[in-house]
C-alpha cells in the first residue's frame, strides 16, 4: 500500500524536526553555542593541575602581588607646582608685545646702511660711523665749460688716529670717498686738497692714500686735471715724495702747490666753495705773519756791504788756515 508523499517523508525523518515554514517574529526556543573563554594564568608558580581550571574557578590573592614600592612612583607634585608658579608668574608679569616697526623707522634703519659698487665689486657702508666725518669730501661747483667739477677734500674733518674705531671709521670713509667721487664726476674734474688745520693726529696715512689712489677708476685717474694743495706742509710733501715711485709721472705733474686764498682764487672760481672756518682763519694767520715779516724786513734794510765783508773775513781765514 501506498502512502502519500506527505506521511512517507514524516515516516523517513521522525527523528529529525520539522523544517519551520516561516520565521518566528518574537524570537523562539533558538539555543545558543557557548563558547568557553581561554584560560588566564596570573600566577607564576602554577601548577599542573591547575591545567583543568575553568575561568570561574580562578582565585587571584591581590596580597601577592607585587606592587611597586613608595620610591618607584615618579613624583609629579613637584612639577605641578611649578607649573603653577610660571602660570603665576605668566599671570603676574605679562610678556611685552614685540614693537611694531614704523615706515618711518624703516627709512631711518635703511640710511645707516649704502650697498655701492667699486671696481665691480659690491661693498655696504656704514653710514652712522662716518655721519661725524661726511664734510671731509663736498662738490665745489664747476670750472671751465662744460661740466668740470671741482672736487673739495677738506683733511681737517678727518677723525683722531687715537681713536679705537679708527681704522673702522677710516675703512668705511675711503668707501664714502670714493663711490661719493664716481657720483660727482661725469667729465673732467679737480682735486682742491685743503690741508691746512690740519693736525698731525688727523693727517692720513701714507697706506690710506695710496689705496684710495689704487682703488680710483681708471676713468676718473684719466679724467683728473689738476690736483691742488692749499697751505702744504713739510708732512704733505714728504708723503708725495715717498709716494712718487708709486703713482705715474703724468699725475704727478698734475699736482699743484699753492700757499693762500687770495693765490687759488686766481685760479680757480670761489662761489660755490665751502672754505673752512679753520682754514680762513689760518690763512689769515698766514697772510699777517708774511706781512709782518716784509714790514721788519724793510725796516731793517738791506745789510751794509762792509758788514758783510767783515762777516767773510773770518770764514776765509778758516779756510786759509785748515
Sequence with gaps: MDLPPESKMNSEGEGRPAPPTSLPLQGGPTQRKKLSAPRISLSLDQSEDDLGETP??????VDDL????????????????DWED????????????????SAEEERQDGKLWRTVIIGEQEHRINMKIIEPYMKVISHGGYYGSGVNAIIV??????????REDYHEIME?????????????????????????????RRMPGLGWLKKCYQMIDRRLRKNLKSFIILHPS??????????????SAKFSSKIKYVNSLDELQELIPMDNIQIPECIIRLDRELMESAENSRVNSFLQGPEPPAAAGRADRPDVAGASSS
Design 86 to 101: 610660571l602660570s603665576a608668574v605668566s599671570i603676574r608679569e605679562p610678556y611685552d608685545p614685540i614693537p611694531t616697526y
Design 153 to 162: 677734500f677738506a683733511a681737517c674733518f678727518l677723525p683722531d688716529s687715537d
Design 234 to 247: 713739510w708732512f704733505i710733501r714728504t708723503i708725495l715724495a715717498i709716494t712718487k715711485p708709486f703713482i
Design 66 to 81: 607585587d606592587t611597586p614600592d613608595e620610591g618607584d612612583y615618579l613624583d609629579y607634585t613637584d612639577h605641578e607646582k
Design 56 to 61: 570561574d574557578d580562578l582565585d587571584i590573592n
Design 172 to 200: 668705511n670713509l675711503f668707501l664714502y670717498v670714493i663711490s661719493t667721487l664716481e657720483l660727482m664726476v661725469a667729465e673732467d674734474y679737480m682735486i682742491l686738497y685743503l690741508n691746512g688745520a690740519t693736525p698731525h
